[in-house]
């Protein structure tokens, strides 16, 4: 019965959410989500949800904890008011992978002050950080003050818009999100620090690590009392495990195969390429389904003395002269990965246009000044992250509806019939 | 005796502390960096070993638009040193947040302190200790043990040390702290009194009544928290009104948040006393009747008495050196 289906939508993303609610044909579910003065998260849900199926939409991105913690509280609030199954929609999945340290233009890590001491130091050019900035003397603990207020700064500078500095285009210095420095009130310590030649402290032999929030995520939803999970396009398929609730795994390929039937003028002879070695089998995915041609993007790790700075470490496997490349992510998000592969695609490729299709358009920081100065002639993504803000800032920018695909798979869910259908191939 | 060693962790919500309690217990805090990537999710990289040891993880909440990151952190380091094979990880929060969304008033309400426990303990936290729970009845939504250390005996010695307290009322400024007022005013062989006060909207304040006497004496205002301070402001003009020749206040959780320092300083309160449990230095600059208990070392010696195995139950009644 529909009318025993409430769908309540977080803060994160209310376009999506009313997208879904016209396609399902119910009005939204009334909540009112704000904060108290504290800074705590206050939730209000003034529809009834006693013994009816519940979908809570809230995706990973803007203020990622924030959302987290409304997500959680949501679930909370609905599984004490009786509600017979809650289930969390999350177009996006936040901490489904180990994010970038966020770079500048030439690549080099920003978690230092962009002021280099030339020539002295060696920059590499992976899109994985080996370690982050160094502290300048490693065992004093202490690095948080001054993160607080460079972020604080930070956002101070960039405003409200969650992360996109189209704002300070008009600025001739790069931006300098994430400066990390050791204390509180030394803003040059920064400056004289080097990534590469940061040496652990003596004595410890200890490696240093990343905590993995993926499991912590996990369990947090099941342990608010999530019943079901749907999400799109997780970054492992693997994370699917990690839960012991069913997990709907939705795929945002069959919207961009449509795209490239249709859009791209003389698709099957073009040449799908994957930008990095971890994407290949997303990318021969949609390669054989379309009948294309198939190329790869590998990066080296070794840290070399290179003139050519910005290719001399990624080699093309493959041949796309003469041909239009169509670069296939599953993310984008500080967007380094696509615009390195666009520049050597055009560069030493030889490739005629290049396309990006991601299913995630994060494009945190500066990623969209990126792309505008960048040889990518267009970026395809969808909207299972907001990007009113980003589509202002870029004009290369396409996005996809991912609402059809949400609200049929909820409202099969609904009804308990098979999503079978969203998973094909055509 | 224990076989491991104290390890005091701590995210980004209140280093000042942190610090503090480290020195007190004679340890560095651990090497490790909190910080947020460009996609605004935190991270947490640890740079020594926590193999076998005993963990603490100092988090407070820090009022404002950071306080569910600070949460967030909180989790991802328990759950860091889970993985990485900590033998006992204890999660020190002097101020518990969502502490107020404690039960459910009203239909559908969140019972956000429960299922914050939850979280905790399944993200992997062995001991959670704490400082002045909002309902001492929190303790009941963890199935670890709960150690709920009192603010009391440091604000007893702040009050013998900073008031001529013979002269003074202890008055509590509603029906729900009477208790913790009454226990004050007995170890201080003090006259009590009570504010009953209405309550239309949360964060807001309406009719105010004094039940007791404190005409010509200094009434000191006890409570567990100061939040927008709308409830001591409008206590200190009905006890001013009432006769009273002075009005302090001394609160354990100083979270001040919005325009409390403004209501603050015009208000008739002579001085605002909290405990550093939650951080307000910057707010000390704009408001200079706001002062400190320090309860770091309350902490550090209830983390050194967990490690070593000796009981606690001294710092109820006594306030370390």
């Not at chain 1, 017979?84 to 690549?107: C, E, M, W």
């Amino acid at each position: 019965m529909v009318r025993n289906i409430v769908v309540l939508g977080g803060s994160s993303h209310p376009d999506l959410v009313n997208t879904v609610c016209h396609l399902l044909g119910i009005p939204n579910g009334r909540i009112t989500l704000s904060k108290f003065a504290v800074g705590e998260t206050r939730v209000e849900i003034q529809d009834s949800v006693r013994g009816k199926d519940v979908f809570v939409i809230q995706s990973g991105c803007g203020k990622v904890n924030d959302h987290l913690v409304e997500l959680l509280i949501t679930i909370s609030a609905c599984k004490t008011a009786s509600a017979k199954r809650v289930t969390a929609v999350l177009p996006h999945f936040p901490y489904s992978r180990q994010s970038d340290i966020p770079y500048n233009k030439t690549g080099a890590p920003l978690s230092k002050a962009p002021t280099y001491n030339g020539g002295k130091n060696d920059f590499t050019f992976e899109s994985r950080p080996g370690t982050p900035g160094p502290m300048d003397s490693p065992g004093l603990g202490v690095s948080h003050g001054g993160l607080e207020k460079e972020l604080s700064r930070i956002a101070l500078e960039r405003g409200a818009d969650g992360g996109v500095n189209g704002a300070d285009r008009g600025k001739s210095h790069p931006p300098t999100p994430l400066r990390r420095t050791n204390t509180a009130d030394s803003p040059s310590a920064a400056s004289s620090v080097n990534v590469n030649e940061w040496v652990p402290p003596k004595g410890t032999g200890y490696k240093q690590w990343v905590a993995q929030a993926g499991t912590l995520v996990a369990d947090l939803l099941t342990c608010a009392g999530a019943d079901h999970i749907i999400t799109m396009d997780l970054h492992d398929p693997q994370y699917q495990g990690f839960f012991d609730i069913p997990v709907d795994n939705l795929y945002g390929r069959p919207l961009l195969q449509r795209y490239i039937k249709y859009n791209i003028p003389d698709y099957q002879n073009a040449v799908i390429v994957s930008p990095d070695a971890g994407g290949a089998k997303r990318a021969t995915a949609i390669a054989d389904a379309l009948g294309m041609e198939f190329a790869l993007i590998h990066k080296e790790r070794r840290p070399t003395r290179i003139t050519d700075r910005q290719n001399a470490t990624m080699m093309l496997v493959g041949d796309i002269a003469g041909k239009v490349a169509i670069l296939v992510d599953d993310m984008a998000d500080t967007s380094n990965t696509i615009t390195r592969a666009a520049k050597l695609l055009k560069g030493k490729g030889g490739a005629t246009r290049v396309y990006a299709l991601v299913t995630h358009g994060v494009f945190s920081g500066d990623a969209i000044d990126r792309i505008n100065a960048s040889a990518l002639d267009k970026v395809i993504t969808t909207n299972s992250v907001p990007q009113d803000q980003h589509k202002r800032l870029c004009d290369k920018l396409v996005v996809l509806d991912v609402g059809e695909v949400f609200a049929e798979a909820i409202r099969r869910v609904h009804h308990g019939e098979s999503i079978s259908v969203l998973f094909r191939n055509d | 005796m224990a076989t491991n060693s104290v390890k005091l962790l701590t995210g980004n919500s209140h280093p000042e502390l942190a610090k503090k309690v480290a020195e007190r217990l004679g340890i560095d805090l651990l090497d490790m960096s909190v910080f947020k990537y460009s996609n605004q999710e935190t991270s947490v990289i640890m740079r020594e070993s926590v193999r076998d040891e005993d963990v603490f993880i100092l988090q407070s909440t820090k009022p404002g638009e950071e306080l569910n990151d600070g949460l967030m952190e909180l989790l991802i380091i328990i759950k860091a040193c889970k993985t990485a094979s900590a033998r006992r990880i204890t999660a020190v929060m002097p101020n518990y947040p969502y502490a107020r969304q404690d039960k459910k008033d009203k239909s559908r309400a969140p019972i956000s302190a429960k299922l914050l426990a939850n979280m905790l303990q399944k993200a992997g936290c062995n001991h959670i200790i704490t400082m002045d729970l909002h309902a001492s009845q929190i303790q009941g939504f963890f199935d670890v043990p709960v150690d709920n250390l009192y603010a009391e005996p440091s604000t007893l010695r702040y009050i013998r040390e900073n008031f001529d307290y013979k002269n003074a009322v202890i008055v509590s400024p509603d029906a729900g702290g009477a208790k913790r007022a009454t226990a004050l005013a007995d170890r201080l062989d003090l006259n009590f009194a009570l504010i009953h006060k209405e309550r239309s909207r949360p964060n807001e304040v309406s009719r105010m009544t004094l039940v007791g006497d404190v005409a010509g004496k200094i009434a000191i205002l006890v409570d567990d928290m100061a939040d927008t301070c709308g409830t001591l402001v409008k206590a200190a003009d009905v006890l001013m009104a009432s006769g009273a020749k002075e009005v302090a206040a001394i609160v354990t959780h100083g979270i001040l948040s919005g325009s409390a320092c403004e209501k603050i300083n015009s208000s008739k309160l002579s001085k605002v006393v909290v405990t550093n449990t939650v951080p307000h230095e910057e707010k000390k600059k704009g408001c200079a009747k706001l002062e400190t208990i320090d309860i770091a070392p309350t902490l550090a010696e209830a983390c050194r008495r967990t490690h070593n195995g000796e009981s606690v139950s001294f710092l109820f009644s006594h306030a370390p050196v």
